[in-house]
């Protein structure tokens, strides 16, 4: 597809209302858009709660904010605001009402619409559009709207930065644990993380261990990390910082998570536990890349400077809020996940890393 035609210095609006990993996964979109477009002012919208995981984000020219239940003076105040401001908006999402944003924002617009009639009656108004496609990857979806666009495809996860000094200083080497994701469903045991930390500090390894400020997470956390040797960051780092520290870590184990996905664009050694999460829809992005895509269920698979963990039970992955398919429930693929297995995904991993560093 020939790329859309804008004017010299264009400005443009990406519209990504989701959480805050799938947030961070629109940003190889944006930096599409930047190295097709170097001059040109590019802005994010995006919920309150989830800007800072675009903080500092070198591919932006700035990030406007709404919140995530708007009233519906709010919404048309917000559309008023943005009404033709842009050469181009691009929704990431088929939802009514990131795509109404996106054509209200601009007099070009591209959003992928599904196979119904509101997205027969969408793809009218937009300019350009991009089917819906069943099992496909979240970055992928963000790259298949940069065909759309007739735009180079840049597949690569962009962290975080800040210009401040180190956040936390580590006189030894060390792994990061990240044990809360935000719903129960998505946990591993906390017999399972006491075991592998205590495993990676037989392993000349000091444990920092992070999590949000939440306040039912950090009391998850004060029943998990009773040993004082644990240092705990929750609730210590902005989203810059912690990109920072996970860049120098060792090793990274954490669930199916934002975190996780952060993670691995920063280029740590990654370990991800994944239970009901299809990974083919939302495994983690490598650095460098996902050439060969995650198969729905397995034992241990390494993509780049990632090992995704499973426990293949019969049923995984099967996309539900748990066993009981709410997000308080437990889900038996990752409570029968073997502390054994996933270390020997991180002692894997810790022998790469210092291949690598043995290389460098």
Request: with cysteine.
């Amino acid at each position: 597809m020939h790329r859309i035609e804008l004017p010299e210095r264009p400005r443009i609006l990406v519209v990504a209302l989701r959480r805050l990993g799938d947030v961070l996964l629109t940003t190889p979109l944006i930096r599409s858009l930047r190295r097709t477009w170097p001059e040109a002012t590019i802005d994010a919208l995006v919920f309150a709660g989830t800007a800072g995981i675009l903080e500092g984000n070198p591919d932006l020219n700035g990030v406007i904010t709404m919140p995530a239940r708007p009233t519906t003076a709010e919404t048309f105040t917000l559309a008023a605001r943005l009404w033709k401001r842009y050469a181009l908006a691009v929704s990431t999402q088929s939802g009514d009402r990131p795509t109404m944003f996106a054509w209200a924002a601009a007099r070009a617009h591209v959003a992928p619409v599904e196979a119904r009639l509101s997205g027969t009656v969408k793809r009218f108004w937009l300019r350009r559009s991009v089917p819906v496609v069943a099992g496909v990857h979240r970055v992928e979806e963000m790259l298949r709207l940069a065909d759309a666009l007739g735009i180079a495809r840049v597949p690569e996860l962009v962290c975080p930065e800040t210009a401040a000094r180190e956040p936390v200083a580590a006189d030894t080497p060390y792994a990061i644990i990240h044990a809360a994701p935000m719903f129960r469903y998505k946990r591993w045991t906390q017999d399972g993380w006491r075991e592998l930390a205590t495993a990676l500090q037989k392993r000349g390894l000091a444990i920092m261990a992070t999590g949000g400020p939440d306040a039912t997470e950090r009391q998850y956390l004060d029943g998990l990390w009773q040993d004082p040797s644990v240092r705990r960051l929750d609730g210590c780092l902005s989203w810059p910082e912690l990109a920072a520290l996970l860049k120098r870590a060792k090793v990274f184990i954490g669930p199916d998570t934002s975190v996780t996905h952060l993670a691995t664009a920063s280029g740590c050694p990654t370990i991800a536990l994944y239970g009901p999460t299809d990974p083919r829809l939302w495994g983690p992005w490598p650095t460098g890349g996902l050439r060969d895509m995650w198969l729905a269920s397995s034992t241990t698979q390494r993509r780049g400077n990632v090992w995704l963990v499973q426990n293949p039970l019969p049923c995984q992955p099967c996309q539900k809020e748990g066993c009981d398919r709410h997000i308080e429930s437990f889900s038996r693929c990752l409570d029968e996940l073997a502390p054994r297995q996933v270390l020997a995904a991180v002692d894997e991993a810790l022998r790469a890393e210092q291949r690598n560093a043995l290389n460098s």
